[in-house]
């Protein structure tokens, strides 16, 4: 993807930041789970919203580690939320914490608008008021998402230069976009996403999609 269709995409989306990030992310508890260390954290955005969001880093780790930006799913299960990483989902065969740490990575996963704490306003409601505004549902998800890269990058634990996003469904698509949008997207992992929206609508199979897309 060109420098020049990137920016194409970002206003299209109606998110054109060169360098996104939250205005600021503090630590709202830690624990220590399954030989890794757990952050559950509250990502301010731009316009004051608090996002909260899991991150972990692996206990034993001998300099900066890769990362996985984990995007969790949509499937009309608005309470799963960032609670997917650790619990799965009926989509899933199970959770992903365990394996993720066992390989040695570090994880971010940002709660989207919609979802888990944010279900308030709803999906329905907010991708009308984005609509209103010129912006899109999908472009805000997105925009948080790469604020979630920014973390990693800056984070002294995490390896810049080895960073994936992985996600099912709306993660799935949202990990496909991230990587075409961010170069910083080291690799991309989507399970269970479409490739070809001419193909969907044509086949009527759109409309079983959330608001978002």
């Keep these: 993807v060109t420098h020049d269709l990137r920016r194409r995409l970002e206003h299209l989306l109606g998110y054109a930041d060169p360098a996104p990030r939250f205005d600021a992310v503090e630590t709202a508890g ?3 789970c399954d030989n890794a260390e757990v952050l559950d954290l509250r990502c301010t955005t731009f316009d004051g919203e608090v996002a909260p969001a899991w991150f972990i880093l692996p206990e034993k780790r001998q300099g900066p580690v890769a990362a996985v930006l984990y995007l969790h799913a949509h499937g009309n ?4 939320g960032r609670q997917e990483l650790f619990d799965g989902r009926p989509a899933l065969h199970g959770a992903y914490f365990e394996t993720l740490v066992d390989l040695g990575f570090a994880v971010l996963c940002v709660e989207m608008p919609c ?6 306003p709803g999906e329905s ?6 609509l209103w505004h010129g912006t899109t549902l999908f472009g805000r998800m997105l925009h948080e998402l790469r604020c979630g890269l920014t973390f990693l990058c800056e984070h002294p634990a995490v390896d810049e230069a080895r960073i994936a996003t992985l996600g099912i469904s709306m993660g799935g698509t949202q990990a496909q976009w991230l990587a075409a949008l961010d170069v910083r ?3 991309a992992i989507s399970l269970c996403s479409f490739s070809d929206l001419k193909c969907l609508i044509t086949t009527g199979n759109h409309d079983r999609h959330g608001h978002y897309m």
């Design 30 to 32: 830690q624990k220590k």
């Design 115 to 120: 979802f888990g704490a944010r279900q308030v």
């Design 125 to 130: 409601s907010r991708s009308k008021a984005h």
């Design 77 to 80: 299960r608005y309470g799963i």
């Design 185 to 187: 997207v080291a690799a």
